[in-house]
């Protein structure tokens, strides 16, 4: 790369190791804003998921969330909702997913906490309270004005079985999004992607994809992964993330995000070759 202007990154199964920012991994981020480069969380969390853990937010600059839905700035503590579901929407979408998957159950964030019809969404989950519980024949949606995301899932079903009975539905105004083997899928608007999200904020800033790197393991990360200059894949991604990649670096545990921004760094700082 000529120019380090952003790094974008995925948090959970990325740069996040288990919920934890390694030191390797602060100590990467935060050489490469001392640099001038912003860093830019790039997450399925929604703002509150970012903000409240203490290693995450003296690190970064900024964050995308939802998987593009919502834009978070840490200096001004200021959200901005980019692409909601209408509730009409998301309630029709619901509807369809009931005929086809029996026994589902939903969640749905709002961008300020969590409704779902059972605990089980919020299990091994940190840092997305608050939590409101509601009954299964109750309606998700009553008094909520706009959605981020419509959470499923079905006792019995594993993640490619819930894809497979998903996609013969037809969903429009939305984008469904998998995580591999994980029970678990997710609605968000059409317009919500990582790589959308991401493409307008730097465009906002007068940033191309030439000056930005970014870092993935799943497909919610491969339209970010397409779009960036140079785009890694964390070692042990998901196929689709490791093919909109354009290099690999080492996995989470490994600390491969710091390897590669190191990397990065002793590359803008190497002479120019001659004849170059």
């Given at each position: 790369?000529?120019?380090?202007?952003?790094?974008a990154t995925d948090l959970d199964g990325t740069l996040l190791d288990r919920g934890r920012l390694s030191e390797r991994n602060r100590k990467a981020l935060i050489a490469a804003r001392e640099r001038g480069a912003r860093i830019v969380a790039v997450t399925a969390r929604a703002p509150r998921g970012v903000h409240r853990?203490?290693?995450?937010?003296?690190?970064?600059?900024?964050?995308?969330?939802?998987?593009?839905?919502?834009?978070?700035?840490?200096?001004t503590q200021a959200t901005d909702f980019r692409h909601p579901i209408p509730p009409t929407t998301a309630r029709e979408i619901q509807r369809r997913l009931r005929e086809a998957i029996p026994g589902a159950i939903f969640a749905i964030e709002t961008g300020e906490g969590q409704i779902a019809?059972?605990?089980?969404?919020?299990?091994?989950?940190?840092?997305?309270?608050?939590?409101?519980f509601v009954d299964p024949a109750a309606?998700?949606?009553?008094?909520?004005d706009a959605v981020a995301v419509l959470t499923v899932r079905a006792p019995g079903l594993d993640g490619p079985s819930l894809v497979e009975r998903a996609q013969g539905i037809e969903a429009p105004?939305?984008?469904?999004?998998?995580?591999?083997?994980?029970?678990?899928?997710?609605?968000?608007?059409?317009?919500?992607?990582?790589?959308?999200?991401l493409a307008a904020w730097c465009a906002?800033?007068?940033?191309?994809?030439?000056?930005?790197?970014?870092?993935?393991?799943?497909?919610?990360?491969?339209s970010m992964l397409a779009w960036a200059g140079r785009s890694y894949a964390v070692a042990d991604a998901h196929p689709e993330a490791a093919a909109a990649a354009t290099h690999r670096t080492a996995s989470c545990a490994e600390d491969g995000v710091a390897q590669a921004i190191e990397s990065i760094l002793v590359e803008l700082d190497a002479p120019p070759r001659e004849g170059a």
């Open positions: 790369m000529q120019e380090l202007k952003v790094i853990d203490p290693g995450l937010a003296a690190s970064i600059d900024a964050a995308i969330c939802c998987n593009g839905a919502i834009h978070y700035d840490f200096a019809q059972s605990r089980q969404f919020s299990e091994h989950v940190v840092l997305h309270d608050p939590w409101t309606d998700l949606f009553d008094g909520v105004g939305v984008r469904m999004w998998h995580w591999g083997s994980y029970p678990e899928i997710e609605y968000s608007a059409h317009a919500a992607t990582k790589g959308t999200a906002e800033r007068g940033i191309g994809p030439e000056s930005v790197a970014a870092f993935g393991d799943m497909p919610t990360d491969a």
